[in-house]
């Protein structure tokens, strides 16, 4: 598990560590995700996890110009 203690603003998690159940969530101010991760976890343990984390998780949709560059602004 890594935490930074709070040091990053805006952190956007993969299914990785949801599906692991290895977030640390005074690691970020601001978490946020995309649509396809929370598709991505299927097994119940993990969905449960999700479910009840203990942070406000923002779902977003990447910009088309950012998917086009690279440059991830959500």
Known sequence: MISTNGNIEHL????????KQLVSFDCSKHFYTIPEVVQEIKDL????????????LEIKNPSPESLKTGNLKI
Request: proline fraction near 10%; charge should be negative; aromatic fraction near 10%.
């Open 45 to 56: 343990s993990s969905k449960l996890f999700f479910e009840q984390l203990p942070i406000q």
């Open 12 to 19: 956007v998690l993969d299914s990785g560590p949801i599906i």
